[in-house]
């Protein structure tokens, strides 16, 4: 069963590294009035689920999926767990609730939650990816980012970054910043105390909403030259690069050498946005998260004067020179002789 208007319900992902203020955050938010009508999914490791706990006393709707690590297990559950909403409503024994929220562990991988949402034909008829949302522990932040490969993933694949315990003592905010930037640098940061962050900030952030693609593939193009003027020093191999191609590509290839792209390098290539100029009126607008590449879809029209293709990879241990060489040859082969 869908809403009343059929239209798909918006899921938002909480997600952050351990201790990094999640719960605290999630616990802040569903006391604001625009998520009097959100059911909350929490993840969590342990026999003993507190921090469902924490959130119940908030709201009643809360259900914890206690199996073991998001990115393990939740696939079934979360397919299992989504499906049981639409039937409780049916049945009357859930209020009819308009937005998702699902907070993962701290250990958890972002990216098959956003598949499950795609491959699975019966959620994506009923629920749309809102975004992502991060935590980010400003104490422990460079410390993190040397040492644990889950937080760089975390921050990379972000939608809405909230750094907090930014008021405790011996926090450099502008540091953790600066880290946070050479890793995801179009994300846009939220200091959060104590979870104090309105709702509005984080929802509605419209990931696959066609009339919105388009100036969000623009604000990663801004935002990634702007790190390559101010020649950010990236972390952990992670580095975003944008290509450009004045005349039009041939999808069909372009297609293939995606593809071969994500088969090859997959856990590599955490990111990519594009507006590309196929033949048509419009742009065609690329998404896609490591191995998940959303269905493409043709705008009626260019945002700006610019119809060249351009393409913002965020990418790990991938040299530019590597990948743009590789597109070239295969937009080469594309051409006739």
């Given at each position: 069963m869908s809403t009343p208007t059929q239209e798909r319900i918006p899921l938002t992902l909480i997600t952050g590294f351990l201790g990094s203020g999640k719960t605290t955050l999630l616990g802040a938010l569903l006391r604001d009035p625009l998520l009097c009508d959100a059911v909350v999914l929490v993840n969590e490791l342990?026999?003993?689920p507190l921090d469902h706990h924490l959130l119940r006393h908030v709201d009643e709707k809360t259900v914890v999926l206690d199996s073991g690590c998001i990115c393990c297990t939740i696939r079934t559950d979360l397919v299992d767990e989504l499906r049981d909403l639409q039937v409780r409503v049916h049945r009357g024994e859930l209020p009819a609730f308009r937005r998702v929220i699902v907070e993962t562990t701290g250990l958890a991988d972002p990216v098959p939650v956003l598949a499950t949402l795609l491959q699975d034909p019966l959620l994506a008829a009923h629920y749309m990816s809102d975004g992502v949302v991060t935590t980010v522990d400003a104490i422990n932040a460079e410390l993190q980012a040397r040492q644990q490969p889950e937080w760089a993933k975390q921050v990379v694949v972000a939608d809405r970054i909230v750094l907090t315990?930014?008021?405790?003592?011996g926090v450099d905010e502008a540091g953790v910043a600066a880290l946070v930037r050479s890793l995801n640098p179009v994300a846009e940061m939220i200091v959060g105390i104590a979870g104090d962050v309105p709702a509005a900030a984080l929802i509605g952030l419209g990931v696959l909403a066609e009339d919105r693609?388009?100036?969000?593939?623009?604000?990663w193009l801004e935002a990634v030259e702007a790190d390559a003027h101010h020649g950010h020093d990236h972390h952990s191999g992670v580095h975003a690069m944008a290509l450009r191609f004045d005349e039009p590509l041939d999808w069909?290839?372009?297609?293939?050498?995606l593809s071969m792209l994500l088969q090859s390098h997959g856990d590599h290539v955490l990111r990519?946005?594009?507006l590309l100029d196929t033949?048509?009126?419009?742009?065609l607008v690329l998404h896609?998260?490591?191995?998940?590449?959303?269905?493409?879809?043709?705008?009626?029209?260019?945002?700006?004067?610019?119809?060249?293709?351009?393409?913002?990879?965020?990418?790990r241990d991938i040299a530019r020179s590597d990948i743009a060489n590789s597109i070239v040859?295969?937009?080469r082969l594309a051409k006739p002789n």
């Open positions: 342990g026999e003993v315990k930014t008021d405790l003592s693609r388009a100036e969000q593939v623009q604000a069909t290839m372009f297609g293939l050498w990519v946005k594009g033949g048509a009126d419009g742009p896609g998260v490591q191995h998940v590449i959303h269905p493409p879809t043709h705008l009626a029209s260019w945002p700006d004067d610019d119809h060249a293709s351009r393409i913002v990879l965020i990418v040859t295969f937009d």
